[in-house]
Nanobody, 128 residues
């Protein structure tokens, strides 16, 4: 069965840090475009970050540049999102996703309909 097992999330104070993890099961991440999306209540799902194997660029949405970092551990078949200096605008449900490696090239944003595998979502709440 192809799936992501997610961990991390919860409540964090403004200015704090948090790392989200998604371990893939049933497929190997190193052949896919990997992305993180988020969706706040009443808003559309937006691409937060992504990268594609063999492409030197990494995409970050403007609102998280300099604060978030996406990475992958091939040995653990896991993709991470390190989030620093969090603020209330980062509160959302975060989704990891993987898709055919023909997107997120040259720093372009990931597309929801371009992803084939999705995590179930991790709730992140930034509040004092």
């Amino acid at each position: 069965q192809l799936q992501f097992v997610e961990s991390g999330g919860g409540l964090v104070q403004p200015g704090g840090s948090m790392r989200l993890s998604c371990e893939a099961s049933g497929f190997t991440l190193n052949s896919y475009t990997l992305a993180w999306f988020r969706q706040a209540p009443g808003k559309e799902r937006e691409g937060v970050s992504c990268f594609t194997p063999g492409d030197s660029s990494t995409y970050y949405v403007d609102s998280v540049k300099g604060r978030f970092s996406i990475s992958r551990d091939n040995a653990k078949n896991t993709v991470y999102l390190q989030m620093n200096n969090l603020n209330s605008g980062d509160s959302a449900t975060y989704y990891c996703a993987a898709g055919v490696p023909i997107q997120c090239l040259a720093g372009t944003s990931p597309q929801v309909n371009g992803m084939d595998y999705w995590g179930k979502g991790i709730l992140v709440t930034v509040s004092s």
